[in-house]
């Protein structure tokens, strides 16, 4: 037979958990923000489609995009043009870098042949810069 006691002692440490774990829970999705991510992609390429227009890689609008310089060099360095190099972008906003890349430089459509994406020309070679990006979230909707 169980005692009075025992049930007692159970339901305080069931309990105990049960609020211990809900406090953890809410401390950390009030403490963590949703945060989004872009991943910036760049290959060297050899053939530059007619109707695309190739920017320096010391343009302005390219400078004020966070990892387009890094993936750049990233793909120079590896002679990248067989696979693109990425960088991953991860905070708030980081959705509106894939905007910026498309809307603020001569964004290529590659319906006619080549690749999507912005042609730069950087040390020497032309390489191809697009982005990526996708929404994750954190926190729990609810």
Known sequence: ??????????????????VAGYVLRSGRSSTTTARSKADLGARVVTDVPADATVIDASSRSLHDIPGAKKAIRRAIRNDASEEWEH???????????VDAIRGSLPYHE???????????????????????GWARLETPMQ
Do not use: C, F, H, P
């Open 1 to 18: 037979m169980i005692r009075g006691k025992d049930v007692a002692l159970s339901a305080l440490v069931v309990g105990s958990a049960a």
């Open 87 to 97: 960088v991953t972008i991860e905070r708030d906003g980081a959705w509106s870098i």
């Open 110 to 132: 590659g319906r006619r042949g080549g690749y999507n994406g912005v042609y730069v020309w950087y040390d020497g070679q032309v390489v191809v810069l697009d982005a990526i």
